[in-house]
């Protein structure tokens, strides 16, 4: 009798798969389960409030753990989307580790069960550092968590290697039926799997979410003299939206912080220690601003800079109620999640600037992504010595005494904004029609103001740009310069140059210590 076409293909009763595909299996079943513990910790952190979502503590504590250089390196290749690229990056870590235990479960299932259990109390641990976490609830979530990946893992384990009850007649007859069981079991878990942790993830960010106040209103309106935005097509307006503004932090979930409960304590090297609600707060002078901030991780030509009207009080009205001593040479800003970030206090008691506690943006409620309910703003200074977020102390103590979050990872204690200029448009490496067209783009000096932009064409002479109107020293201007196009590939660079007379240097640097440097530079086509 001839055989059946796929008989070559069929495994004999009694005889185990090819090592190969057992493996496959064995990794298949690891990456499940694994996915399903993750999931259920997602599920619960959206259900239940004061329980961690496993991936964001372990982010979390990979953020803090970060060794020097490697906050420079990330932002330079995900901008503003750091943050969903660790999370993608820590889901997949863990289930890579998935599937190696799946490999392991296969001869040694209580070493398997171990690493599962040794991973759920690194993530209860990590999360642990998290202010709204509830001890227990972390710890229950935890059992939970190993409780569905070692049962996934046990129960998958067994369909894989077709022990899982079925008759030898069965065997015998279906040869393929564990795979197939396999697949199809394995698959509906990680549906429901990505099903629970996106539903979870959804519930996380509305529990998360802050109702704010009015935005206080300020004693002297500020508007934008005319002039001032240049409304040319492509090019950053004057004002960046609050939805539009850059966020780099080190919160992967912006903290939720109760104004009714907030409090800003200074202290430290001062005369008295003073504690201050948002109610008290906002009885002090209320104040508006445009001012510039940037990210020293900004790359030449980055889009880590933003100009917004800042609305709140202050700071050294809050901080003459406290009498900050002479000795006292750094303020160091504290967040709710314990960042923080150092600013040298001659720089925030200098008259020549307006330094403040922002409770307002651009007309609206400060946004929790950028600090609600109260954050801090020093013009002149990058973000990592100056802009704490979600702020809840100040204290004063000496530039010696002290290292704020980022200077240990080898960022400068001291660090103003640079003289910096960028291109908009054209876009790099795009092609425009021939003809009249304008080079445009924004520069800032804050808080020295920018007295002059220079463009060159194909490595030409500089020749001097038309700026907008500037709101004042600490803001960014927009710039424009009119050229005619003549085909084929062309190459423009830009320079600043600010009130004091520095020009901002050709030579690139990195972003580390202290903020990048050089000439923005593009190439395009005109066809």
């Keep these: 009798m001839q055989a059946p076409p796929d008989a070559d293909h069929r495994a004999e009763p009694g005889i185990s798969a ?175 799997s990505v099903a ?51 966020r780099i932090d080190t919160a992967l979930i912006p903290p939720n912080v109760d104004r009714t409960t907030w409090q800003l304590r200074i202290h430290g090297m001062v005369d008295r220690e003073v504690t201050l609600t948002y109610d008290q707060l906002i009885e002090l002078p209320v104040i508006e601003q445009y001012v510039t901030i940037a990210c020293v991780s900004n790359r030449v030509g980055g889009d880590l800079v933003g100009n917004a009207k800042w609305t709140g009080v202050r700071l050294r009205d809050v901080l003459d109620m406290a009498g900050v001593q002479t000795g006292a040479t750094q303020m160091v800003g504290r967040s709710v999640d314990g960042w923080t970030a150092g600013s040298p206090t001659a720089w925030v008691m200098d008259p020549e600037r307006e330094p403040m506690i922002a409770l307002g943006m651009n007309g609206a409620p400060l946004p929790r992504e950028h600090g609600y309910p109260a954050r801090v703003i020093v013009p002149g200074l990058f973000g990592y010595v100056s802009a704490t977020k979600w702020v809840t102390e100040l204290e004063f103590t000496t530039l010696e005494a002290f290292d704020a979050y980022w200077v240990p990872l080898g960022w400068a204690k001291e660090a103003p904004i640079l003289t910096q200029s960028r291109i908009d448009v054209p876009v790099r490496n795009t092609q425009v029609p021939a003809g009249p067209m304008k080079l445009a783009g924004v520069a800032w000096a804050p808080d020295r103001g920018v007295a002059s932009v220079e463009v060159s064409i194909d490595d030409d002479v500089f020749r001097e740009a038309t700026l907008s109107v500037p709101i004042s020293n600490a803001t960014w201007v927009q710039w424009e310069f009119p050229w005619i196009a003549t085909s084929g590939s062309h190459r423009a660079r830009v320079r600043a140059t600010d009130s004091t007379g520095e020009t901002q240097t050709e030579t690139a640097t990195r972003p580390d210590p202290n903020g990048a440097r050089g000439w923005h530079t593009i190439s395009f086509i005109v066809a």
């Design 18 to 192: 090819a090592p190969d595909s057992a493996a496959g299996r064995a990794a298949f079943v690891g990456v499940v389960a694994t996915g399903a513990a993750v999931a259920i910790g997602e599920f619960l952190a959206g259900v239940v409030p004061g329980v961690p979502s496993p991936i964001l503590s372990v982010g979390q504590q990979l953020i803090d753990l970060q060794p020097p250089g490697a906050k420079e390196f990330v932002v330079s290749l995900f901008g503003t989307a750091d943050k969903l690229a660790l999370e993608i990056i820590v889901l997949v870590v863990a289930l890579g580790i998935g599937a190696l235990v799946g490999l392991i479960g296969r001869s040694q299932p209580a070493r398997a069960m171990g690493i599962i259990a040794a991973f759920v109390a690194i993530g209860v641990a990590s999360s642990l550092r998290d202010p709204e976490t509830v001890l227990t609830l972390a710890v229950g979530s935890g059992l939970a968590e190993f409780a569905v990946g070692a049962t996934i893992l046990d129960r998958l384990l067994a369909v894989a290697r077709g022990d899982d009850g079925r008759s030898p007649t069965t065997h015998a007859t279906m040869p393929d039926w564990s795979r197939r069981s396999l697949l199809i079991r394995g698959g509906l878990v990680a549906v429901g």
């Design 196 to 246: 629970a942790s996106a539903f979870g993830r959804s519930l996380l960010a509305r529990q998360r979410q802050t109702t704010p106040g009015a935005v206080p209103v300020a004693e002297d309106q500020v508007s934008l003299p005319t002039g001032a935005d240049l409304s040319i097509p492509g090019l950053t307006p004057i004002v960046v939206p609050n939805a539009d503004f850059y």
